[in-house]
């Protein structure tokens, strides 16, 4: 392979991880520190002396501390650079670190910038607990997820309990499970699998946040310790918010690499990649089996470095439910025995809401340094909405920067007709996909069906507690509830019931 421009040649020449576990909550790191402190150890993993220079600084959007912004100055300042380039996401979405890492690449290409620092961090664990103590009440269990500003809005998927992610990708669980066709024990089958080897990844990776082995079956069994979430996920299945972690990497060109002495063996390659995104609104998608965007991302991606699955020594396909990474490892041909991920997902290696790919990335950095090897980045955000892919590797990819990575115009034409919404309806409907909320002690909270009118259109409908008859056939696992006919009547204040 000939080898590219070195100076539009982009390499990731350092990793820093930080968890910050203090025993009171007076004594955690905020966001920024961890920031600092990640981005110091992407330093001295690189050899020392590269963020003095940087001129290119990337964040993260974190949503436990909002009152700060990291790019207004306390972050460079407590790093002590002065970088020309700043600039953070608009929100916390999961692909922010790999869409990142593109944008750094890229501007490396085109000559804006010679050293990107891209970081991102979450004090969600000391923030929760600050805010307990604040109200006087050490049992309450404040949530930043639910009360963050860009989802304190209502409309009819929120009066239906369709508020944050939790609640909405259980949908996809559902409709999966049925055009897999599998029994309901076989999808939480495959969940206990593939979460299961997440938990051994984790464990032996210093980094993460919890490094405990956990075995399939009971990952996916509810209990005092593993409480329903939204149907058919339990706290083992869903990301782990809970805790105080930041990571970053340092992107430079190969030529000042070489020019700064940095052994060809610690240096790892960007191959291409490729983006695409579903409708804001979850109610305005095709289909909840699959999706159009995350295929085009992960398929394109793997056309344009030409690659097979069999080419790829490590994946990290992200897992902050499993139905993202069942779709993800059905497009990319991954085998149901082969870890998904590096780091050691959402759950065991933490979730640190939007920066969770910046681990990824750093741990992915370690295991190609010194190799052949390639490895796969898959990063989702928001509900289902984002997707973004890119190729590493530890030896040259022959990767031509920069690459217009926007593919949307594909996953556009792979899309099947979005069916129009009937917030309205009555009358007779089919199960299209399902969920069943709990409260905290595990009972259900309420049920919502998303359903097909006889005009092919799309509504909701809520099953109340009191229906224990309904919620029992969504969740006992005896039939299948998806393509179930059922009826719709409104309550007197106008919902949806399902009958």
Not at 17 to 43: H, V
Not at 142 to 154: C, F
Not at 363 to 391: C, K, P, Q, W
Not at 484 to 494: D, F, M, P, Q
């Amino acid at each position: 392979m000939s080898e590219t421009d070195p100076y539009k040649t982009p390499v990731i020449i350092g990793v820093g991880q930080i968890n910050d576990r203090p025993g009171q909550p007076s004594e955690g790191m905020d966001p920024i520190g961890l920031m600092a402190g990640a981005l110091r150890n992407a330093d001295e993993d690189a050899g020392g002396g590269w963020l003095t220079d940087c001129d290119s600084l990337s964040v993260v959007a974190q949503l436990a501390w909002p009152q700060l912004n990291p790019v207004d100055g306390k972050l460079a300042e407590l790093l002590g650079i002065d970088p020309a380039h700043r600039m953070q996401t608009a929100l916390p979405n999961g692909d922010s670190p790999v869409l990142l890492l593109h944008e750094a690449a890229n501007r490396i290409a085109r000559g804006e910038a010679r050293i990107c620092a891209i970081v991102g961090g979450e004090a969600l664990r000391t923030a929760a607990k600050l805010a307990a103590s604040n109200t006087g009440n050490p049992d309450e269990k404040p949530n930043a997820l639910r009360d963050a500003g860009h989802r304190k809005k209502t409309g009819y998927a929120q009066s239906y309990g369709l508020i944050v992610p939790t609640d909405v990708y259980p949908l996809y669980e559902n409709a999966g499970r049925a055009a897999y066709d599998q029994t309901f024990a076989e999808g939480q089958a495959e969940s206990g699998a593939i979460w299961a080897a997440m938990s051994e990844v984790a464990a032996r990776n210093e980094s993460a946040w919890i490094r405990e082995p956990v075995a399939a079956k009971d990952v996916v069994t509810p209990s005092a310790e593993n409480r329903p979430i939204a149907f058919p996920y339990t706290k083992l299945q869903v990301a782990n918010s809970s805790v105080n972690q930041g990571a970053g990497f340092l992107v430079t060109s190969l030529a000042e690499a070489r020019r700064r002495g940095i052994p060809e063996d610690r240096l790892v390659f960007l191959g291409y990649g490729a983006a695409a995104h579903e409708d804001a609104n979850f109610l305005a998608r095709d289909r909840y089996d699959a999706s159009p965007s995350l295929t085009t991302s992960i398929e394109r991606t793997m056309k344009l470095n030409a690659v097979s699955a069999e080419d790829l020594s490590h994946v990290e396909l992200y897992s902050c439910f499993p139905c993202v990474p069942k779709m993800a490892r059905r497009v990319l041909d991954w085998p149901i025995d082969k870890p998904v991920t590096v780091f050691g997902g959402l759950t065991f290696g933490g979730g640190p809401i939007g920066n969770y790919m910046s681990h990824a990335i750093a741990e992915m950095v370690r295991r190609l340094r010194g190799t052949s090897d390639r490895g796969l980045l898959f990063a989702n955000g928001g509900y289902a909405t984002h997707n973004h892919t890119i190729l590493l590797s530890g030896s040259p990819t022959g990767a031509d920067f920069p690459q217009d990575f926007d593919y949307q115009v594909e996953a556009d034409e792979r899309r099947g007709e979005i069916p129009e919404l009937d917030e309205n309806y009555t009358g007779e409907a089919q199960i299209e996909s399902y969920t069943v909320h709990y409260n905290r002690d595990g009972s259900p909270r309420s049920g919502v069906i998303v359903a097909r009118t006889a005009e092919n259109k799309r509504t909701l409908a809520q099953v109340p507690p009191t229906d224990t008859a309904t919620i029992a056939f969504l969740t006992s696992g005896d039939d299948e509830p998806v393509g179930h006919t059922g009826l719709i009547a409104r309550s007197e204040a106008g919902t949806g019931i399902w009958q």
